[in-house]
């Protein structure tokens, strides 16, 4: 099969920043195909095969065809755990020598599959954590990657109240490898507060995101959730010029009357006031760095 994906869209960030905000709303666009249950059939297919005769039966045979024909998801790493297991949980960035030929093979396939199947043009996904920029342009040569930047106030009080969140075992028994020596007298500085290490995880990946975006010239764009709610007819008319999308009217009218709800400052009442005033004093640093000092 010819390879016949250009210019895929990847939405990007540390989690808990809008990612899934910015999918919802981009992936209307008429140009765009998105990762839907045509890309995991194989999975339902596998499954089928292991429940034998159970699958053939009627009722669970047609709810079996239900979920192949309906489900549709914007986070697809159950796809790129079949090609790569290590895609979803690394300790590290992930870098282009760690592609192998069998996961650049098995992901071209499933997106060309995908966008055939929904005559559409372009690819649009997201992920969140590490850049793996290299990686995906190891695959995707010409990709587009779309940085959703959000307060990191606002993603440190977020993750804490994710039950995926790690970092109450420590940094010891996170996902995001050791801490530096920077880090570590910050961690410690702040007498090991939850707050602040929630904080060093969006530093970390903040910087690891930029510095890699930073490498690839205009492909890299950089989004606050902040200016999505504030003016978000302004930012994606921007998003289309940049991605090469036409402006299409009934994409715009979505942008226009779709509701947006600000979650930015429930920190401001969720977190103690001393563990607000440790995490500006400690990551002011990194707040100023990315638009966010007082």
């Given at each position: 099969?010819?390879?016949?994906?250009?210019?895929?869209?990847f939405?990007?960030?540390?989690g808990?920043?809008?990612?899934?905000?910015m999918?919802n709303?981009?992936?209307v666009?008429?140009?765009l195909g998105?990762p839907s249950?045509?890309?995991v059939?194989?999975?339902?297919?596998r499954?089928d095969?292991?429940?034998g005769?159970l699958?053939?039966?009627p009722?669970?045979?047609?709810f079996?065809?239900?979920?192949?024909r309906?489900r549709?998801?914007?986070?697809?790493y159950?796809?790129w755990?079949?090609?790569?297991?290590g895609?979803?949980?690394?300790?590290?960035d992930l870098r282009?020598?760690d592609v192998?030929?069998?996961?650049r093979?098995?992901?071209?396939?499933?997106v060309e599959?995908?966008?055939?199947?929904?005559?559409?043009k372009?690819?649009?996904?997201?992920?969140?954590g590490w850049?793996?920029?290299?990686?995906?342009?190891?695959?995707?040569p010409?990709?587009?990657?779309?940085?959703?930047?959000?307060d990191?106030?606002?993603?440190?009080?977020s993750?804490?109240?994710?039950?995926?969140?790690?970092g109450w075992q420590?940094?010891?028994?996170?996902r995001?490898?050791a801490l530096?020596?920077?880090?570590?007298t910050?961690?410690?500085?702040s007498e090991?507060?939850f707050?602040?290490?929630?904080?060093l995880q969006?530093?970390?990946?903040?910087?690891?995101i930029?510095?890699?975006?930073?490498t690839?010239?205009?492909r890299?764009?950089?989004?606050?959730?902040?200016d999505?709610?504030?003016?978000?007819e302004?930012?994606f008319?921007?998003?289309?010029?940049?991605?090469d999308l036409?402006?299409?009217?009934?994409f715009?009218?979505?942008i226009?009357?779709?509701?947006?709800?600000?979650?930015n400052e429930?920190?401001?009442?969720?977190i103690h006031?001393?563990?607000?005033?440790?995490?500006?004093?400690?990551?002011?640093?990194?707040?100023a760095?990315f638009?966010y000092a007082?």
């Amino acid at each position: 099969m010819a390879n016949i994906v250009e210019r895929p869209i990847f939405i990007i960030g540390t989690g808990r920043c809008g990612t899934t905000l910015m999918f919802n709303l981009l992936h209307v666009h008429p140009e765009l195909g998105w990762p839907s249950q045509h890309m995991v059939q194989r999975f339902y297919d596998r499954y089928d095969r292991w429940q034998g005769r159970l699958s053939r039966l009627p009722i669970i045979g047609r709810f079996a065809q239900h979920r192949k024909r309906h489900r549709s998801f914007h986070e697809p790493y159950d796809l790129w755990r079949q090609f790569d297991p290590g895609f979803n949980r690394p300790c590290r960035d992930l870098r282009a020598e760690d592609v192998t030929s069998t996961t650049r093979n098995g992901m071209l396939s499933a997106v060309e599959e995908q966008l055939i199947d929904m005559d559409k043009k372009r690819f649009i996904t997201k992920y969140t954590g590490w850049s793996r920029i290299q990686y995906v342009d190891n695959i995707f040569p010409d990709a587009l990657y779309l940085h959703v930047i959000r307060d990191g106030r606002a993603v440190a009080a977020s993750l804490l109240t994710q039950s995926w969140w790690h970092g109450w075992q420590g940094p010891n028994q996170w996902r995001w490898g050791a801490l530096s020596p920077e880090h570590k007298t910050i961690w410690q500085s702040s007498e090991q507060s939850f707050f602040v290490l929630a904080g060093l995880q969006w530093k970390i990946l903040m910087e690891n995101i930029r510095e890699a975006g930073m490498t690839i010239g205009n492909r890299y764009r950089e989004v606050r959730y902040e200016d999505i709610i504030a003016n978000p007819e302004s930012v994606f008319s921007s998003l289309l010029e940049w991605g090469d999308l036409v402006s299409d009217p009934f994409f715009l009218s979505h942008i226009r009357n779709a509701v947006y709800h600000n979650a930015n400052e429930k920190w401001r009442t969720q977190i103690h006031q001393s563990e607000i005033e440790r995490f500006e004093t400690l990551l002011a640093p990194a707040l100023a760095m990315f638009g966010y000092a007082e």
